[in-house]
């Protein structure tokens, strides 16, 4: 209400946000202007001493508790015995057809309606097509028969494996159950309560308890029962309801009254409650009046954010499913999870991560094996068509179903000849080609998406030659014909050119990271992912430790800490996902900003500081070297195994433009008369790891070896 008053009478944002900001915001006990005035000194003397901040308060004090602008609740309904409008004012929002009543929430209670929440989850269509998807393999799964106690679903849970798991997967969730380490449903539900503001600052007290580092205590012998589940914390409007029964002899009807008050804090219910409460201490079970106030401002505090306990099971049985889904069926887990997350790159590049870090392999796209949702291949995870950019989920069901009535497409002609051009273009194309979905029929990526037009006029010509029969919607009676599609020969990508379309088609990098490009400089100075970093054990010390890490430099943003001091956040990525590093000093801070404008890698000597109870270690750069400059000061060797001498003469040509370096090139060629010769071919070539993904290409896979060269070692004489 300040905000909105503030803009009515066009006072500077700046102003006005300062002031907002000094109210206190807490979410279980919201202040009111008045209070505000009342108890924070600085608004007070700005009120006090400036007209228009007066001016501002005393308008915004009438406003505020009206309604702010008509909105609709995301899941509350009201059912009455008759038609709504004969029993209360009806609204229709002109974005919905759903009329809503014109009262809230509060007053058609009053007006004798009942109002619902009925909760639409995403995840119950996850856990039931992961289902479907073991029913096609024969495998039937009852999640509602699951047992409570299986022990990999609590090792999953303890070690914070939970990326995609209902209600557990943020990373603030994933650092609090590896501190916690659940062992029973019930610690589930406790975490589920607790995860929100206001109970959160009790976890650490709840996970000391639960693991013995710290003995339960209980506010009174008496509610040892109520809160032995949860080593004596009030967590549930439940266990407050039940404290009443307990301590005051209070009825059900009287308790859920004592805790809707609580909840509510008006002044005049909260001591007509305390009255009773008190009163009923002392009579049902001798509790002085002295320690009945203190129970019930110690039931008070916790009430205001108490969670409704049968909300929390509701929560933690759709999360236990799930994690038992996830520990059991792994890639159909992340198949169902992944297909109703098709529009959110950043989600599947998390699950993208999250299947490599397990061990699972996630397949690339190909028009001849893929769906146009994700899918599973014996154990594997088939990427989705429909997941890629620009190409559009119904064009690639289409495209899935004329394959599926007709086979598999046998080449890029016959592929022609079967689509309707109506349902591609060329931005889709392109998008498929640069995603490797074509690699089966035309490995050369770069050709097929330079000759995204010339394929789409073939299919064009097969749709017209088709036009005059009654043809399907990808493909009819008579087959239509199509000439030869000629690919340009001149279309070439560098790797990083593959890895920066396949990035535009995925939205992220899917098959290989730039930083790969240097993998055998990496390998050289033992630099681990960050991945592997992270799932390290903290030092039991809880101190700091060096690494060697490599990364892509996204973003970097200058900060400025509590004490005044700038540093730079930067936010990084290699082939295990993103991170986040910091740096204090000059030199990294200079050479992260360079990098990021010239979208560069590098490599970084950090310190990892990483303490008992959290999940990801805090990097702090203390060195950051560009990978280009690294690999022309370093000397490098290649290795290439030549089956044939015939072999020889193209890989003569190939490298003919490859001098300009340091690094040595030896073939090791087979001998007619048995043995094998190495060959120094020179000492003056440029290498890196797309050279030596070209001869490979001759030679063949697993041909080549790119190293760097040991230094020569030093005898001493005499």
């Known amino acids: 209400v300040l905000k909105d008053t503030g803009r009515v009478l066009q006072m500077s944002y700046g102003q006005v946000d300062r002031l907002a900001k000094l109210i206190p915001n807490h979410p279980t006990e919201p202040w009111d202007l008045k209070r505000a005035l009342n108890g924070v000194s600085e608004l007070a003397a700005e009120y006090r001493d400036d007209a228009d901040v007066k001016r501002l308060f005393d308008l915004a004090m009438k406003l505020e508790g009206l309604p702010r602008h008509a909105s609709t609740h995301a899941a509350g309904v009201v059912i009455g015995d ?13 974005r919905s057809d759903m009329p809503v009543t014109q009262f809230d929430m509060k007053y058609v209670e009053a007006a004798g309606l009942v109002k619902f929440d009925f909760l639409g989850l995403k995840t119950l269509s996850v856990l039931k097509l992961a289902q479907q998807m073991l029913a096609a393999q024969g495998v039937k799964v009852d999640l509602d028969a699951l ?4 022990p990999e679903v609590y090792e999953l849970l303890q070690r914070g494996d939970t990326v995609g798991v209902f209600q557990l997967e943020s990373e603030g969730m994933r650092r609090t159950l590896s501190a916690v380490r659940p062992t029973a449903f019930g610690d589930i539900i406790a975490l589920v309560a607790l995860y929100r503001p206001g109970p959160m600052d009790n976890i650490g007290m709840f996970g000391d308890r639960k693991n013995g580092r710290v003995e339960s205590a209980y506010p009174h012998p008496m509610l040892e029962e109520v809160l032995r589940e949860t080593y004596g914390i009030f967590v549930y409007q439940e266990q407050v309801m039940e404290a009443a029964k307990v301590l005051a002899g209070f009825n059900l009807g009287e308790a859920d009254l004592l805790r809707r008050a609580m909840g509510k804090k008006i002044k005049s219910e909260m001591d007509a409650q305390r009255a009773g409460f008190v009163a009923g201490c002392l009579a049902v079970n001798a509790i002085p009046a002295a320690k009945a106030n203190e129970l019930f401002d110690l039931i008070d505090k916790f009430a205001g954010y108490g969670f409704n306990k049968s909300h929390a099971a509701g929560y933690a049985l759709i999360a236990y499913q ?8 792994r890639a159909e887990f992340y198949a169902a999870s992944m297909s109703f997350d098709m529009a959110q790159t950043d989600k599947l590049a998390l ?10 392999v996630c397949l690339p796209p190909d028009i001849n094996a893929s769906r146009a949702d994700f899918s599973v291949e014996r154990d594997t ?20 179903a004329e394959r599926e009535a007709n086979g598999p497409f046998a080449s890029l002609e016959d592929f022609a000849a079967r689509i309707d051009p109506r349902l591609l273009n060329r931005r889709q194309i392109e998008s498929l080609a640069a995603a490797g979905a074509f690699d089966s029929l035309v490995p050369d990526r770069a050709a097929l998406f330079a000759a995204a037009e010339t394929l789409l006029a073939h299919a064009v010509s097969a749709a017209d030659e088709r036009s005059s029969g009654q043809a399907a919607l990808f493909g009819g009676e008579g087959e239509a014909s199509v000439a030869p599609i000629r690919l340009p020969r001149d279309a070439a990508w560098t790797l990083a050119q593959r890895m920066a379309a396949e990035r535009d088609s995925f939205g992220f990098y899917f098959s290989a990271h730039p930083v790969d490009s240097q993998k055998h400089l990496l390998a050289a100075h033992r630099v681990r992912t960050f991945a592997e970093l992270a799932s390290l054990p903290a030092p039991a010390d809880g101190g700091r430790s060096a690494a060697m890490i490599a990364g892509l ?14 540093y730079l956040t930067a936010t990084l990525s290699d082939s295990s996902g993103q991170y986040v590093a910091t740096a204090f000093d000059d030199e990294p801070c200079a050479a992260l900003e360079a990098a990021v404008k010239s979208g560069g890698c590098g490599l970084m000597t950090v310190e990892l500081d990483r303490r008992p109870g959290d999940e990801l270690p805090r990097v702090t750069v203390k060195r950051f070297q560009p990978l280009d400059a690294l690999a022309k000061r370093t000397r490098l060797e290649m290795i290439v195994r030549v089956a044939e001498a015939e072999t020889v003469l193209r890989l003569t040509r190939a490298l003919t433009g490859a001098h300009g370096g340091t690094g040595a090139i030896r073939f090791i060629i087979p001998l007619a008369t048995g043995g094998q010769a190495t060959v120094l071919v020179g000492r003056d070539y440029l290498l890196d790891a797309e050279l030596a993904a070209s001869v490979e290409r001759i030679t063949g896979e697993g041909t080549v070896d790119l190293s760097v060269q040991e230094p020569p070692k030093l005898a001493l004489v005499g």
């Open 351 to 360: 699950f993208v991560e999250d299947i490599r870090r397990a061990d699972v």
């Open 147 to 150: 047992p409570w106690d299986d």
């Open 322 to 329: 799930t994690a038992w889904l996830k520990a059991h069926h």
């Open 82 to 94: 008759r038609r709504l409008d004969e029993l209360v004012p009806l609204y229709r929002d002109p």
């Open 553 to 566: 430099v996204e973003e970097a943003r200058w900060r400025t800490s509590a004490r005044g001091r700038r």
């Open 381 to 400: 995870v088939r990427y989705a068509l429909g997941a890629l950019k620009g190409v559009g989920e119904k064009a690639m069901e289409a495209l899935v």
